[in-house]
Structure formats: C-alpha cells, structure tokens
C-alpha cells in the first residue's frame, strides 16, 4: 500500500457535477478545485491497494480542505490539472498533485462507477472533457502593437473578449480568437473597467503575459462554480521552459555543487553553482544558477538540501534533473504559476 497525504493557498469554494447515473450504473465524473494555505493540508491521502485498481481517495479529514469540497471515501482520481492519470504510475501521479502547490483540480469517479466501467471496458478518458486548461501566453509587441483588440458589454466590468489579428504577436503566442481574457500580467480582471485595462496594457511596455479561456473552457469552469487561475494553465505557449538534464557520472564525478539558497522570488531553493567545464553537467546544459526542480522524475517540492543531495546520490552513476533557469523562476512566479516542473515534456 502506497499512502500519500499532500502538505503543500487560498480557499475557495468548488461546486461539482450532480452524478447521474447511466443504465449501466456508471455515474459521472465529479470535479474539485482545493486550494490551501501552506500551514494546510488537502486533507486526504492518496492509496494503491492491493486487489483493487485505480489511484483511491482515504483517509479523509474531517473539517478538511477536501471534505469541505465534497471528495468521498473510495473515489477514484481521473485527472490531476487536466491531466488523465489513471493510466499512470502511482508515484507519478502523486508527484503531479505535489507539483501543483497550494493549489489543485481534480476529477474523480465513485468508487461503484470506476469498478463498473472497468468490468465494462469503459475508457475512462473519454467520460471527461478534452481540454479544460486555460492558456498561458507571453506576447511581445510589434510595430503595429499586441495583435489584439478587447471588446466587452457597455458597462460592464471584468468581462473581455479577444480579436486576434491572424499571424500578428498574439496569435504566434497562441492566444486563441474569441478567447476570454482573465488575467493581465499575473493580475485579475474581474474588476477593472474597459479604460483600466487598456491603461494596464498601455503601462506594461513592450511585453503583456495573458491568461485566457477559451468560450468552452470559460463555460466549464462557470457551470461548476470554479475559479480560473494561472497554477491551472497550460504553459506549453510561454517562452521559458523547465529543462530535463541527463548526467552520467564520470571519473572526476558530475563537475557541479548543489547550493541551498534564498529564492529571487521568496523561500528557499537548491541551486546549482561551480559548473566545470568539460564535465558532465556541463555537457549536458548545466548552467550556473540554475534552480533544481525534481530529480529523476520526482519533485523536490518540500526536500531540504540534505535530503535532496541523498535523492541525487540515489543512483550512484546517473542522475536526471529537472531545473529552471533564474529568468524562467522569476516569471512562473510573476503571474501566479509557482510550479513549471511538470510543463518540460
């Protein structure tokens, strides 16, 4: 038996699907925006179970994040952040949950209804939605500006829709036509005005970071009660990426030092320092500052800088990191999205 109990926001209210239940006797997959503080737990415990299939919610905590929320004893997480994982490692699937720090949506299936479409064959990915990530896009301004024009109700506050000019900024940044405008800069603009914003726009230079919905994503998450934000976007559009380094060990050893330091950003970080040339980390594309995310495939989320050297040590030839660069760090940070170890494929 493998027990998780995620420890690392805000609390917000999440509303879920009413379950009905097909002439098969397989209901709905219910959905659970949680987010916490970091004193807080989630409040339950992810378990594998011998004779039993799926990844199961136990150990509920009364009065916790995730009872308030409505998860129950038994049910089966599908998907983590709108990614479909009951096909995954349990290990990964914890490491996802605990890449995405304060905050979390998950989709899951009562018990009786998982074991149902599994004797029946069901794929479980098709009972969900395809694409329920907003969009994360960084544009840079050209000559003839952001390649976007906002439109919204007279009168009305916090509610803007893009038109996207075809092959200008926005569009190569993937903003997608007639999607909703949530956020400006790490900002929401549920209470700004039409003039506000476009004053906003006009202050933020040469560079504009945008989360946006598309209609369909605007009315999935609307329908449920739940509150759009940046930790639940795809970042696949942004111009800083995580990257995956591969080292194998050689005589000298891997030529870097893991430094325990303070974050640009706030809290603490295991960095990489004293780089030498000609040895693996440089040769795989260690550069100097670089912060550590997750080492062979698991996140460092919570580790002290003993415990992550031993992580490292592991496997005493070859170790796999994770990391981001100081610029990247500072941006995730910037506009709300503190976790990018799981955006490098």
């Excluded at 098969?24 to 916490?36: A, H, I, N, Q, S």
């Excluded at 919204?152 to 038109?163: A, D």
């Excluded at 995580?242 to 295991?270: H, M, N, S, T």
Aim: with cysteine; charged share 25%; hydrophobic share 35%.
């Amino acid at each position: 038996k493998f027990e998780f109990n995620p420890k690392d926001g805000i609390d917000n209210p999440a509303l879920t699907l009413t379950e009905d239940t097909d002439a098969e006797g397989v209901g709905e997959p219910r959905f659970y925006l949680l987010t916490k503080d970091s004193a807080e737990s989630f409040g339950f415990c992810l378990h594998e179970e011998l004779g039993c299939q799926g990844h199961i919610i136990r150990q509920i905590e009364l009065g916790g994040v995730a009872q308030r929320r409505g998860l129950q004893d038994g049910d089966r997480l599908l998907q983590v952040n709108g990614h479909f994982v009951d096909h995954l490692d349990h290990l990964r699937v914890v490491q996802r949950i605990k890449a995405s720090g304060n905050q979390v949506l998950l989709a899951v299936l009562d018990g009786d209804s998982y074991e149902a479409a599994k004797s029946l064959g069901r794929d479980l990915s098709q009972m969900l939605p395809p694409d329920i990530r907003p969009r994360l896009c960084h544009v840079t301004r050209d000559k003839s500006g952001f390649g976007f024009t906002v439109s919204g109700p007279e009168g009305t506050k916090g509610t803007f829709q893009l038109s996207v000019r075809q092959d200008g900024p926005a569009d190569r940044a993937g903003v997608p036509a007639g999607s909703w405008l949530l956020e400006l800069n790490g900002d929401s603009v549920k209470s700004y005005s039409h003039t506000q914003l476009t004053k906003k726009l006009k202050q933020s230079g040469n560079k504009v970071t945008l989360l946006v919905a598309s209609s369909g994503v605007e009315e999935f998450y609307r329908l449920r009660g739940l509150r759009v934000t940046a930790a639940l976007a795809d970042p696949a559009w942004l111009p800083f990426k995580a990257r995956q380094l591969r080292l194998v060990k050689g005589p000298a050893g891997y030529g870097f030092l893991l430094k325990e330091d303070d974050c640009i950003w706030g809290g603490i970080g295991q960095f990489l320092w004293d780089v030498d040339e000609g040895l693996p980390a440089e040769q795989a594309g260690m550069k100097e500052g670089d912060r550590v995310l997750a080492v062979n495939g698991e996140s460092i989320e919570g580790l002290d800088h003993e415990q992550t050297v031993l992580r490292i040590r592991a496997h005493e030839e070859r170790v796999t990191l994770l990391v981001i660069d100081p610029a990247g760090d500072e941006f995730y940070h910037s506009v709300g999205f503190g976790h990018p170890a799981w955006s490098c494929p």
